[in-house]
């Protein structure tokens, strides 16, 4: 039997990027809670404050959830080091400018700064993608631990665009030359319009952390040309954590 505090996760399980309004009657059915159970628990969640109910009758997340997930060390903290030179690095390109960290197999996206010309992307804040496919994952991916990287590369690598790397011994090539160069460069992998890239992010032990990138589009500036505002930006960032002990 499933715990309450199970169940109430659940619920909020049931909430993402493309269903951000939820009925009652749909977070029953996309949790498989029973109806009576679904409204109580709803009711606790709305009575804290982490969930929401607009004008329709509708569940939204709410603002206290947010609240808390503000306070995470990988959250909080390192935005707060890195937002003078996301900004910088901003003000240098007027492309998208963001910043990632890795969490099991995928990246999360934790702050962002979007060029109102540059090129769409999909990403957004608090939302996830599969690392392989991206600058700030193929970072992360490649400082990893090996047990890690050896989980990714066994599984199955989903592809966006014909440019998406959809075989291991592949990926496992391109993560060593971003672990020998200091950067990685994703061309085109999410869609066939963008390309980004990324640097990491240290902590004061030296361990990647975090990575940065700024996605353009394929007619915009030459990947190579952006590597030395990245990768100074990102070592910016670092410094800035080597300076606050009390940041990551």
């Known amino acids: 039997m499933r715990s309450v505090s199970s169940r109430l996760l659940g619920l909020l399980d049931a909430f993402s990027d493309g269903h951000r309004r939820l009925s009652l009657t749909e977070i029953s059915r996309r949790t498989g809670t029973p109806m009576g159970t679904a409204h109580r628990l709803v009711g606790e969640l709305v009575a804290w404050g982490a969930l929401e109910r607009d004008d329709s009758g509708r569940y939204q997340i709410g603002l206290r959830l947010w609240e808390v997930a503000a306070l995470a060390p990988r959250g909080l903290g390192l935005r707060e080091a890195a937002m003078p030179f996301m900004e910088d690095l901003y003000e240098a390109t007027h492309q998208h400018v963001q910043l990632a960290v890795l969490d099991g197999l995928e990246v999360v996206y934790i702050e962002r700064i979007s060029g109102r010309d540059a090129v769409a992307v999909h990403s957004r804040v608090g939302g996830r993608?599969?690392?392989?496919?991206?600058?700030?994952?193929?970072?992360?991916?490649?400082?990893?631990?090996?047990?890690?990287?050896?989980?990714?590369?066994?599984?199955?690598l989903a592809t966006f665009t014909r440019m998406t790397i959809a075989d291991a011994g592949r990926l496992r090539r391109v993560l060593a030359e971003v672990r020998r160069t200091g950067v990685a460069i994703s061309d085109r992998q999410v869609t066939m319009d963008a390309l980004s890239v990324a640097a990491p992010v240290r902590d004061r032990a030296g361990a990647v952390v975090a990575a940065l990138s700024v996605v353009v589009g394929v007619d915009g500036p030459a990947a190579a040309a952006l590597v030395p505002a990245v990768v100074t930006a990102a070592r910016g960032i670092s410094r800035?954590?080597?300076r606050h002990p009390e940041r990551p």
């Open 129 to 156: 993608w599969p690392a392989h496919a991206t600058g700030v994952g193929l970072v992360l991916l490649a400082h990893a631990a090996p047990e890690a990287q050896e989980r990714y590369l066994a599984g199955p």
């Open 240 to 242: 800035s954590i080597f």
